[in-house]
């Protein structure tokens, strides 16, 4: 079929990949958000799949608004059979999703009706989820409602982060999507409607909602640090200037309930053993990044600053 792929960030690179090297079908366009200011200079970026069309010699397409008419006239003249989605990070109107023949088929990351929305894989860590998956499904005017094409699924290991859990589905959700396309043109594929019932919703998770709430319990902060890495980052606040956190490490913790450590309370156990206080028992830190400076192991970075008795995060 003839496609223009709708994606944006590196995540989307897999399918991408995988349409292209299947050798069945011809990505004519690929459609990503505009360039946007980047790094220390704030230069202007293309977008990860943009620059993966522009290292190929495809066109790119990147409008503000998939709703502007330019944009609708010339995907009406590319006139693909359908467009693919990955992550493409912008509503798409009724009149856009009319177009291609087949329609838009977006690639998700959940099994859908669970996690609608832009996160799902953070939400899935976050609410200890031990199995997750991707479908991919008809794109319509509501927020990830339209029927499924197909699915499949992933555990959830107990070291994952986000990070990690998404680049696995970015993969396998990435032939997934092709299985769909092939499927689609031979005309032996029918989207099923999602069942109405195990409906949960996945927003965007902001940086406020990132700071680790040490009076949680330790499972509790576990899953919230594994869920923001890599972003937004989980975070707290150490002597008033706010410090990045990698994953924690439960088990062998500290006891509240043996009045040993408050909610945030930091103690250095050995060498390199940082344990942090929570509503239950204490976490070990893993990396710590303090504002300027390169993420370090928790031990470096606690004799670095010369922890002092009572001292907490948060």
């Not at 994606?7 to 011809?26: C, F, K, N, Q, Y």
């Not at 860590?125 to 199995?131: A, F, N, R, S, T």
């Not at 976490?283 to 504002?291: D, I, N, P, T």
């Amino acid at each position: 079929m003839r496609l223009v792929f709708a994606g944006t960030p590196e995540v989307a690179l897999p399918a991408l990949d995988a349409i292209a090297a299947s050798g069945r079908h011809e990505i004519a366009a690929v459609l990503t958000r505009p360039d946007a200011p980047a790094g220390r200079g704030k230069k202007l970026m293309r977008s990860p799949a943009g620059a993966w069309a522009d290292e190929r010699g495809i066109e790119v397409l990147t409008p503000v608004k998939p709703r502007e008419p330019g944009f609708q006239a010339r995907l009406a003249e590319i006139a693909p059979d359908c467009v693919p989605v990955v992550a493409y990070g912008a509503l798409v109107p009724q009149a856009a999703l009319d177009i291609p023949r087949h329609g838009w088929v977006n690639l998700h990351f959940s099994l859908l009706p669970a996690w609608r929305g832009a996160a799902p894989v953070q939400h899935a860590l976050w609410h200890g989820d031990e199995v997750t998956g991707a479908s991919v499904f008809q794109l319509e005017a509501g927020l990830d409602t339209g029927p499924v094409f197909g699915t499949l699924t992933e555990t959830i290991r107990p070291s994952d982060t986000s990070g990690d859990l998404l680049a696995r589905l970015a993969v396998d959700g990435g032939k997934l999507l092709v299985d769909v396309l092939d499927g689609i043109e031979a005309g032996a594929l029918r989207a099923v409607p999602q069942p109405a019932d195990g409906v949960t919703l996945a927003p965007k998770i902001t940086v406020a909602d990132a700071e680790v709430a040490w009076a949680e319990p330790a499972f509790a902060v576990g899953r919230r640090v594994r869920a923001c890495t890599p972003a937004p980052g989980a975070w707290t606040t150490f002597r008033g200037e706010r410090v990045k956190l990698g994953p924690v490490s439960l088990g062998t913790g500290i006891s509240l309930d043996a009045g040993v450590l408050a909610p945030g309370e930091i103690r250095i156990v050995g060498k390199n053993d940082v344990h942090i206080g929570t509503g239950t028992t204490s976490v070990l830190l893993g990396e710590v990044r303090a504002q300027g400076k390169k993420p370090m192991a928790a031990g470096a970075w606690a004799r670095g600053v010369r922890i002092e008795a009572g001292e907490h995060l948060g």
